[in-house]
């Protein structure tokens, strides 16, 4: 079995322009030293509705050698640069993972999608409310490990939150968490689109966190890059697909940890609120939604839903992960 990272060393320790075929169940894909720089090869003819653009770090060219069309995706910096191999491994990953060969090229320029929109991102410091959205999903990350046993490998997977996913989980079985931060005590939380809060065939809770910011000198709250190291931890107990994943998602957040600007921020976390989104939760609906209108957010009032309330310890009982 020839894995992406065997084969791209392999082919850039050799001559100009090598190839070595990478293992995958469904789809062509082989390593490339092209002029000096990693790339990564698909043969295969994409659909019309099909299109892929070149990102932060790399460039993507369709080309033809006789019968045969590839989709060429190309490092822009030399030789093979750690955040390359780890998106390649992470576009293999996904679409290995699909049930058909007609999925699995779906998954592949879907994967490649995500990482160009999240690599165009801006770079700067998130805000509070980016600071405090993350530090709720990264305790929703430690609640699954400790209170419900989940597989780490399975967390990280599952965690589409900073790769701009429809929700911020979404596990293997379709189950999804849309995951959101409020202020003590909790009344509201914003919703960025109507689509977060679609049921779901195989489940879909929201899941709000209450909490506070604090000083750094209150003894009773928890510093942001404490948080942020113990997930690391938690991606290690995954295996490697798993810190790459989690590499992925600080590239992704553009979040520098050697920045004193993160050092500032503790938080004091309440008791998790758990809603399940089923039909008559109250929100606005994707197909209400008139044509023309490109982006609609609201606020959802946390008293309203008291009808579709759960206990969150109830994640595993009711088979949800």
């Not at 849309?178 to 919703?191: A, D, F, L, M, N």
Request: glycine content about 8%; charged content about 20%.
């Amino acid at each position: 079995m020839t894995t992406a990272r065997h084969a791209m060393a392999t082919a850039m320790s050799g001559a100009n322009h090598r190839v070595v075929q990478i293992t995958h169940p469904w789809l062509k894909v082989l390593a490339q030293n092209y002029d000096g720089h990693a790339a990564l090869l698909l043969q295969a003819s994409l659909p019309a509705d099909m299109v892929v653009g070149d990102g932060r770090g790399f460039t993507v060219k369709i080309t033809r050698s006789g019968t045969d069309e590839f989709v060429r995706i190309t490092s822009k910096e030399s030789f093979l640069p750690p955040i390359f191999l780890s998106f390649v491994e992470y576009v293999l990953a996904r679409s290995a993972e699909a049930t058909t060969g007609e999925d699995s090229l779906a998954e592949f320029v879907a994967a490649i999608d995500q990482f160009r929109r999240f690599g165009a991102r801006v770079s700067g410091r998130l805000s509070e409310e980016q600071v405090r959205g993350l530090f709720a999903e990264l305790q929703l990350l430690h609640f699954l490990d400790r209170e419900c046993g989940v597989y780490a490998g399975d967390i990280l997977q599952a965690w589409g939150g900073p790769f701009g996913g429809l929700h911020d989980l979404e596990f293997a079985n379709g189950y999804s968490i849309e995951v959101k931060s409020s202020h003590q005590p909790p009344r509201e939380v914003r919703i960025t689109s109507p689509d977060q809060l679609a049921p779901v065939e195989a489940g879909l809770d929201l899941l709000v966190l209450p909490m506070d910011a604090v000083s750094a000198t209150d003894p009773a709250g928890i510093a942001f890059l404490d948080v942020v190291q113990q997930t690391r931890a938690l991606a290690e107990r995954g295996g490697p697909l798993s810190i790459e994943r989690w590499e992925l998602a600080l590239a992704a957040l553009d979040l520098d940890l050697e920045d004193d600007y993160y050092r500032q921020w503790h938080f004091l976390p309440g008791e998790w609120l758990r809603f399940t989104v089923s039909d008559g939760f109250p929100a606005i609906r994707p197909e209400a939604v008139p044509l023309g209108v490109v982006k609609v957010s609201f606020s959802l009032r946390l008293s309203a839903l008291d009808a579709f309330s759960a206990s969150l310890t109830d994640l595993t009982r009711d088979g949800a992960v």
